[in-house]
């Protein structure tokens, strides 16, 4: 796909997304999700240097996950592995002040996939139901 049909087709998603009432996380995403020899699973936000401070939407979004019970850090070639300990400040927050519901959905989707990874059933990509056009 090209870049700018996908461009296009994404931006017709976030806006049909709206039109739903969805709030889309789209930007902050972690660089690694990693699973440890323990089955335990972190994510880890890589930064040239420990001066290097995350962006609001990655703050957001680290914030967002260790609040659905993720552990979060923050790793520099100098400092190595930081925990990361945001607060998230719905006044401040891209994605807006209704967070509990968005952190039940994807609670809830985070341990059915990592349920899944653990009983070694293959994994298979989310197919979310046709969209309908909207009239």
């Given at each position: 796909m090209n870049e700018d049909r996908q461009f296009?087709?994404?931006?017709?998603?976030?806006?049909?997304?709206?039109?739903?009432?969805?709030r889309?996380?789209?930007?902050?995403?972690?660089?690694?999700?990693c699973i440890k020899p323990d089955g335990a699973i972190v994510v880890v936000e890589v930064k040239g240097h420990s001066s290097e401070s995350l962006s609001p939407y990655q703050e957001t979004m680290m914030t967002l996950l260790a609040d659905l019970g993720m552990v979060t850090f923050k790793w520099t070639p100098d400092t190595g592995l930081q925990p990361h300990r945001g607060k998230l400040n719905p006044k401040n927050s891209y994605y807006g002040t209704q967070g509990p519901p968005l952190r039940k959905v994807l609670s809830r989707r985070v341990m059915a996939e990592y349920r899944r990874f653990k009983e070694g059933v293959n994994h298979r990509p989310h197919s979310p139901q046709k969209a309908q056009e909207p009239a």
């Open positions: 296009s087709s994404e931006a017709l998603f976030s806006e049909w997304a709206t039109s739903q009432g969805w889309s996380l789209k930007r902050g995403w972690p660089d690694y999700l």
